[in-house]
């Protein structure tokens, strides 16, 4: 919407510019005015300087506005003030959830929404069984395919809080064979396509588990095709400035498995971290030096 308002506005310098331009010529009723239009212009203090100043603020306006069209910031849905979705690239798109921890802060999550061929495939439930229906149900009125896979990226509650869903609705969930092992000792349903280190869900979905770092069972989600690596909660944003690592994080080990993620085959356009906004393989390189500099826990 901004966007759109920006873009509303430098035209309407534009065109506001054009249309007293004209009104001042047109209007036959002044006479001395009309023998000498250029004086009516001055006379309302509309001289070359005023179009010329009306011209620029145009221009700049419709400057700022190109970025945020870029982005798609006018393309946001929100479907609740806690569940938001972003168009990322083509037929993929980021899901946003909210959820005040403990502490009282509101922590958005990143998840992954993605169409192909052969279905739709989910990345990460959000944080409770109301976010995940939500963006379920907007898959199935939205996109007119069938949900064939969930992936479930790490054993916390942001990513699977909601994965009775997805198997109730009989969706396969891949995940760590180390995830499936923590949801069962928490007592928790888990995945129940488990894999060891890597999954091939199709041509344009790959997951790997490069080591710990924000917990034992954190994998990456790669999607070749779009250049998309949606790191989880490995990765960190561009305005983290610790790891901040949580009860089972591997501090020691976390820069050794992002430093697997700047493989050649990871060519990512764009990165998702767990939490933030997206940015390019710099949040890679950022986040092996918050690893550097951290101290064991
Ligand atoms: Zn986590």
Same mark, same amino acid.
């Given at each position: 919407?901004r966007?759109?308002?920006v873009?509303?506005?430098?035209?309407?310098?534009?065109?506001g510019?054009?249309v007293d331009?004209l009104t001042?010529?047109l209007?036959r009723?002044?006479?001395?005015?009309?023998?000498?239009?250029?004086?009516?212009l *001055?006379k309302?203090? @509309?001289?070359?300087d005023?179009?010329? %100043?009306?011209?620029?603020?145009?221009? /700049?306006?419709?400057?700022?506005?190109?970025p945020?069209?870029?982005?798609?910031?006018s +393309?946001?849905?929100?479907?609740?003030?806690?569940?938001h979705?972003?168009?990322l690239?083509?037929?993929?798109?980021?899901?946003?959830t909210?959820?005040?921890?403990? +502490?009282?802060?509101?922590?958005?999550s990143?998840g992954?929404?993605i169409k192909?061929?052969k279905? *739709?495939t989910? *990345?990460d439930?959000?944080?409770?069984i109301e976010h995940t229906q939500m963006?379920?149900?907007w898959?199935?009125?939205n996109?007119?395919?069938?949900? /064939?896979a969930g992936v479930?990226?790490h054993s916390?509650?942001?990513?699977?809080g909601?994965?009775?869903v997805w198997?109730r609705n009989?969706?396969?969930?891949?995940?760590?064979?180390?995830t499936?092992d923590?949801?069962? %000792?928490?007592?928790?349903?888990?995945?129940?396509?488990?894999?060891?280190f890597?999954a091939?869900l199709?041509?344009?979905?790959?997951l790997?588990?490069?080591?710990p770092?924000?917990?034992? +069972?954190?994998i990456?989600?790669?999607?070749p095709?779009?250049k998309?690596l949606?790191g989880?909660?490995l990765?960190?944003?561009?305005?983290?400035?610790?790891?901040?690592?949580? +009860?089972?994080?591997?501090v =020691?080990?976390?820069?050794?498995? =992002?430093?697997?993620?700047k493989d050649?085959?990871f060519?990512a356009?764009i990165?998702?971290?767990?939490?933030g906004?997206?940015?390019?393989?710099?949040?890679v390189?950022? /986040?092996?030096?918050?690893g550097?500099?951290a @101290?064991?826990i």
């Amino acid at each position: 919407m901004r966007a759109i308002m920006v873009v509303m506005k430098a035209w309407q310098a534009v065109l506001g510019a054009k249309v007293d331009f004209l009104t001042c010529y047109l209007d036959r009723s002044k006479d001395a005015e009309l023998e000498n239009p250029k004086k009516a212009l *001055v006379k309302q203090g @509309k001289t070359g300087d005023y179009f010329i %100043r009306r011209f620029f603020i145009a221009i /700049t306006g419709l400057f700022l506005a190109t970025p945020a069209l870029a982005q798609g910031v006018s +393309d946001e849905i929100i479907l609740h003030p806690d569940v938001h979705i972003v168009p990322l690239a083509h037929n993929v798109w980021r899901h946003v959830t909210y959820e005040v921890i403990p +502490d009282g802060r509101r922590i958005p999550s990143n998840g992954l929404i993605i169409k192909t061929d052969k279905g *739709v495939t989910l *990345v990460d439930t959000g944080w409770k069984i109301e976010h995940t229906q939500m963006l379920l149900d907007w898959v199935k009125s939205n996109l007119r395919e069938p949900v /064939t896979a969930g992936v479930v990226s790490h054993s916390h509650r942001d990513r699977m809080g909601g994965i009775d869903v997805w198997l109730r609705n009989d969706i396969p969930v891949y995940g760590s064979f180390l995830t499936a092992d923590i949801a069962k %000792r928490n007592g928790l349903q888990p995945p129940n396509r488990p894999f060891v280190f890597a999954a091939r869900l199709s041509e344009e979905i790959e997951l790997y588990y490069p080591g710990p770092g924000h917990s034992i +069972d954190n994998i990456i989600v790669w999607l070749p095709k779009s250049k998309i690596l949606f790191g989880g909660c490995l990765i960190k944003s561009a305005d983290a400035a610790i790891l901040e690592p949580v +009860d089972g994080s591997n501090v =020691v080990e976390w820069s050794g498995s =992002v430093f697997r993620l700047k493989d050649e085959r990871f060519n990512a356009e764009i990165v998702v971290p767990g939490h933030g906004e997206p940015g390019t393989l710099s949040l890679v390189d950022h /986040t092996i030096r918050l690893g550097s500099m951290a @101290k064991p826990i």
